[in-house]
């Protein structure tokens, strides 16, 4: 079945570096590739997202690259703050359903 | 505030017993999706509407689960006979059918679920 891959589970850096989470999708009809930060008791909330017919964007310091040859696709976040910490998830949307990989806990330190 | 708002937040509740949440979406949105989120992992997929009609369940919702959209607004989540496994964050999300943001998913808070 549609899987969506997530690495990595667990991620700790610096305040001012930069973080990267990747992810792979296995539904060839994934056209739409969001990215959702989740913080403690809420939702998830969508923070970047890219369609199949673009390579790359960036919304200041949050940028996400697709390739959908390889089905992989990545967020980098660079000059990483304290308030950056919280799990991200990746996602794959084919028509309306969409699978969510397992999720990054990024942490910030100070 | 015009999120997606879920009632109740929070439920306690012993096996066997029956449970339904309420979802509001945003107001203009046509799409309702609901998901099951675990600790650790990410949300999956339940089922989805396009105004009153249930278009997809997932395997995952069995004959236990029942979901309901009946005037294409609010939309409930029943569960029947709770069961300890069932013990998770339900979330429901909308999104419109048309716009640039079509695919879009604004989730509410969630509520999450004990079974004790």
């Known amino acids: 079945g549609e899987n969506v891959e997530q690495h990595p589970s667990t991620l700790s850096v610096q305040e001012g570096d930069s973080a990267v989470i990747k992810c792979t999708y296995s539904d060839s009809a994934s056209n739409y590739f969001p990215w959702y930060k989740q913080e403690l008791g809420k939702g998830p909330q969508l923070i970047i997202d890219i369609r199949s017919n673009v390579g790359e964007k960036k919304d200041q310091r949050i940028a996400v690259t697709l390739n959908k040859t390889a089905k992989h696709f990545s967020l980098h976040i660079t000059e990483t703050q304290p308030e950056d910490s919280a799990v991200y998830f990746c996602?794959?949307?084919?028509?309306?359903?969409?699978?969510f990989g397992a999720g990054t806990r990024l942490f910030v330190k100070a | 505030d015009t999120g997606v708002s879920q009632d109740p937040r929070h439920k306690i509740t012993k096996r066997g017993q029956n449970v339904t949440f309420r979802c509001d979406p945003i107001?203009?949105?046509?799409?309702l999706y609901w998901y099951r989120q675990t600790l650790g992992q990410g949300p999956e997929f339940l089922t989805y509407f396009q105004n009153e009609a249930q278009l997809e369940k997932s395997r995952l919702l069995s004959d236990r689960f029942s979901a309901e959209r009946p005037k294409g607004s609010f939309s409930t989540l029943e569960i029947q006979r709770t069961e300890q496994g069932d013990s998770a964050m339900y979330l429901c999300a909308s999104s419109p059918v048309t716009g640039g943001n079509y695919n879009e998913q604004f989730f509410g808070p969630g509520t999450r679920l004990t079974v004790l």
């Open positions: 107001s203009e949105h046509n799409r």
């Open positions: 996602a794959a949307t084919g028509g309306f359903k969409t699978i």
